[in-house]
């Protein structure tokens, strides 16, 4: 449990240091480097790419492309979208029959649903007993 608080808290931080300087950047149409959104919903359309999308207390459609996918007490709705991988932390992580993984889920008291015909190319794993 200490390792998971000391892993929230570090993630934290780098956002804390991170935000500030991607807000301050001048954004590029359709193509994110990173996504955050706190107690509230955010869809990527799926003409839009992100590498990083973070979402903590909210929802996220996703339709677009993402490098990578970390989902805090949320929901991750994949609709036609595409990830490298996924990180669900007390989340529900929910994959149409277009959406396609390319790397692996991680969950730490999530739920996965995935319609047939979506793809995750690795593995749906549990998380919790590393943290052990």
Excluded: C, W, Y
Excluded at 7 to 30: F, R, T, W
Excluded at 55 to 60: L, P, R, S
Excluded at 72 to 97: E, P, R
């Amino acid at each position: 449990m200490h390792r998971l608080v000391g892993l929230l808290g570090a993630l934290a931080l780098m956002l804390l240091l991170l935000v500030p300087v991607v807000a301050a950047a001048d954004p590029q149409e359709d193509d994110e480097h990173f996504l955050f959104s706190t107690s509230g919903d955010i869809k990527l359309g799926a003409t839009e790419h992100a590498d990083i999308l973070v979402v903590v207390d909210g929802t996220a459609t996703i339709e677009g492309d993402v490098g990578a996918v970390m989902i805090i007490n949320g929901t991750a709705n994949f609709v036609g979208g595409h990830t490298t991988s996924v990180v669900a932390i007390s989340s529900q992580v929910t994959l149409d029959a277009t959406s396609v993984v390319a790397g692996d889920i991680r969950t730490l008291r999530s739920t996965v649903d995935a319609a047939a015909g979506s793809a995750v190319a690795g593995a749906v794993r549990d998380i919790g007993t590393d943290l052990a």
